[in-house]
Every structure is written in structure tokens, then in C-alpha cells.
């Protein structure tokens, strides 16, 4: 038995604790490495609250309007999770629990200690945001603009995050080029770590916690190998 559950990294503590009880049926949870929480020794003092999204401001006015666009299609998500007070992934699991495993960690210490890999990623990232349009982006970088003013305002709303979620995200020729990027090669590393634990433990149950951008792909293959959907739950983050 297999709970595949594709998650929003930020959201509602109800609902990181509605996952929570779901997998605590599971012998063996799966997860993606990069939403473990790492340790900060830099001593560096990381910027938040009102002084961040004026900053962030200052990057959507930029002439360089793919890193303006960058700013709009990341960081804004992150300030306006922020700013409405969200519970992050990252801080709501127990990822050190006996029975969890991380599924892409070898993905993520060659992007982060092979530059040659973290160049080939970068640029695939470009190479995304270039197949939006020129209007796309333009309009993508307003939203989020007048979005942090709201916030600045103290007048941005849960329904106006979602609404920029939808809006800005809703490009399907991008979103299949992004999830090449970031999900296949990786995914692929996941099932191989799969196949692993089916064969080492045998476990009765498996759960498989990763970002929603992942799930089409990691559905496939487990179709692959055999397994059959026979029910769907649905959860809001918000």
C-alpha cells in the first residue's frame, strides 16, 4: 500500500497536520530532501517582515525583467506565506524519525556541491522562464507587486494568495517544462530508493511526501511497477 501525497510547502498547520495523521499509517515515509530543515551556522541574520518585501519591491522593479520575473514566480510566494502567518513544510515534520528516508538526497548534493551540475540546473531554470511570454511575465511581475503593497498596507488576504497562486502558476507550457527540470531525474532517484526499502523491509505500507510538482510524474511510475489508484483525498493548504 502506497499514500502518494503531493504537498504546497507552505500552508496551514490543520492542514500539515492532516498529512501528519496520514502518515503515521505508513511504516516507511519517503521524503524530499529539501524540505528538511538545515541547520544555520553562518551567524548571518536573514531578512523578514516589511524590510524583506521592500527589498523584494526594489527586484521587481528591475530592468532585467526575468529577474524580476524570478522574484515574482519565488520569493513573493515566500514573503506572502510569510506575511499570512503559515506554517512552513519544512519545520512540520519529524524528519529524523527511524522511519523516514529521504528520497533525492544524492540529487541534492550534486546540485549543491557540483558546480558544473548547480550551472546545468540554473540554466535549465532560465531556459523556463523563457518560455513564457514577454506580456506573461510582465503582468506576472504587477501582481506580485501590488500583491507586497498589500501586504506593506496590511490588506493582503489568504483569497488574494490563492488567487496569485492560480494566475501565476497556471502556464501549462511552463509548468511541463519546470517539471522536467526539477522532477524527473530526481523522481527516478526516488523510486530507485523505492525499490530499495520494497526489497530490503517489505514493508506493508509506504508513504511518499513530496512537492505537488513531483506527483504526475511519480504516479507514472508507479503505475510502472504495478500499482493501481484506488482512492483520492484532496486537502487545502489554506
Not at 513564457?132 to 490588506?155: D, F, H, N, P, T
Amino acid at each position: 500500500e502506497v499514500y502518494l501525497i503531493g504537498t504546497s510547502h507552505g500552508g496551514d498547520k490543520i492542514y500539515y497536520d492532516k498529512i501528519t495523521e496520514i502518515l503515521k499509517r505508513c511504516d516507511v515515509v519517503i521524503y524530499e530532501e529539501g524540505q528538511k530543515p538545515v541547520e544555520d551556522t553562518s551567524q548571518k541574520t536573514t531578512k523578514r517582515g516589511r524590510e524583506w518585501r521592500e527589498e523584494l519591491l526594489k527586484e521587481l522593479n528591475s530592468d532585467n525583467i526575468d529577474d524580476a520575473f524570478d522574484t515574482a514566480m519565488r520569493s513573493y510566494f515566500f514573503a506572502a506565506l510569510e506575511y499570512l502567518g503559515s506554517a512552513s513544510e519544512s519545520g512540520s515534520f519529524d524528519y529524523n524519525a527511524p522511519n523516514w528516508v529521504s528520497g533525492d538526497s544524492g540529487w541534492q548534493r550534486r546540485v549543491e556541491s557540483d558546480p558544473e551540475v548547480r550551472k546545468h540546473f540554473d540554466e535549465g531554470l532560465k531556459q523556463v522562464w523563457q518560455s513564457v511570454s514577454q506580456e506573461q511575465k510582465k503582468y506576472a511581475i504587477e501582481y506580485a507587486r501590488e500583491s507586497l503593497e498589500k501586504m506593506q498596507k496590511g490588506q493582503f488576504l489568504k483569497k488574494d494568495f490563492g488567487e496569485g497562486f492560480v494566475r501565476l502558476w497556471g502556464n501549462e507550457r511552463m509548468i511541463e517544462s519546470l517539471t522536467s527540470l526539477v522532477g524527473t531525474e530526481r523522481d527516478q532517484e526516488v523510486f530507485h530508493t523505492f525499490d530499495k526499502i520494497i526489497q530490503e523491509r517489505n514493508p506493508g505500507s509506504i508513504g511518499i511526501k513530496f512537492g505537488a510538482l513531483h506527483i504526475d510524474f511519480q504516479r507514472k511510475l508507479l503505475e510502472e511497477r504495478g500499482y493501481i489508484e484506488t482512492s483520492s483525498q484532496e486537502l487545502h493548504n489554506l
